[in-house]
């Protein structure tokens, strides 16, 4: 279905793909127990560009750590409507996740960033956090240092 584009959206969606086969394991209808719950990244309604940029980036990173703690990540059928820790945290929850990684871009003092926190369930407290200005992201550098801040999944 993907072949051959080189179209930046089929190419998120392809990994978000790739990602998803890899990371059902033998059970593909559940998240529960996963360590670190990846919540796919929103952006504001109607703004194209701030949505590319946000599946964009959340492809190359749940492919990524699907892929390097395999077995440990889950993904989120669940959209967060709210950047706010409280939500991820119940979401977290939910699945008996141990972290949750989410992420949107938003409108800080005017100028918008996609921030992206790690979670840890169990307190509440943040693992890891940043805002990355839109006009400059780029999802290949971000996904590098996001994926270097995830914690160790095996120890709970």
Known sequence: KYQGSTKKDDVAKLGIDIAREFASGDDENSNDGNSLLAVPFTAPAGDTADAKLADTTFALLYGRISISHH?????????????????????????????????????????????????????????????????????????????AKVPALDEK
């Open 71 to 147: 077995g440990e990540v889950g993904l989120s059928k669940e959209p967060l409507l709210t950047m706010e820790a409280a939500a991820a945290v119940e979401l977290g929850r939910k699945s008996h996740s141990n972290y949750v990684l989410f992420g949107g871009v938003e409108n800080t003092s005017g100028s918008p960033v996609l921030a992206v926190e790690i979670i840890k369930v169990s307190d509440s407290s943040v693992v890891w956090n940043k805002n990355y200005p839109v006009v400059t992201a780029d999802p290949s550098v971000i996904v590098q240092e996001i994926e």
